[in-house]
């Protein structure tokens, strides 16, 4: 591990949860990283929430403290480049973390998550926390 680490959106949610593992982890971490694409996700997760406005506002605030990464060009060469890497294995995985893939294997970070699938990548560092 490189100590650059790119959160997925599972454990963006077990630290609004207040996984203290999660929590503790972060805090010793040198440089964390939010894809836009989770961002994306958590969003989508406040419109089909009983709270609205309360988990928007802290969604907002989550964001605003991140240093949260787009996609650009190269973030699209980079999904390409995945993308065919899991259409030639014939081990696809969801749209979205072939993204956070791609960001990750662009900026050289490790991902953060809990699902399993991220192994199917190739030159993916990923920890599970």
């Not at 749209?95 to 399993?116: F, K, P």
Request: aromatic content about 8%; hydrophobic content about 45%; glycine content about 6%.
């Amino acid at each position: 591990m490189n100590g650059r680490y790119l959160l997925d959106t599972n454990i963006v949610i077990a630290l609004f949860g207040g996984e203290q593992s999660v929590v503790d982890k972060l805090a010793t971490a040198p440089e964390v990283f939010i894809p836009s694409i989770v961002l994306g996700e958590l969003y989508y997760g406040v419109q089909r929430s009983t709270r609205v406005a309360q988990n928007h506002t802290r969604v907002d605030a989550f964001a605003a403290e991140s240093v949260v990464l787009s996609c650009n060009a190269n973030t699209a060469l980079w999904y390409g480049l995945v993308k065919n890497d899991l259409r030639l294995k014939g081990r696809p995985i969801p749209e979205n973390d072939v993204w956070i893939a791609a960001l990750a294997r662009q900026h050289d970070l490790t991902v953060v998550s809990r699902d399993g699938h991220f192994a199917e990548v190739p030159d993916l560092e990923i920890v599970a926390w």
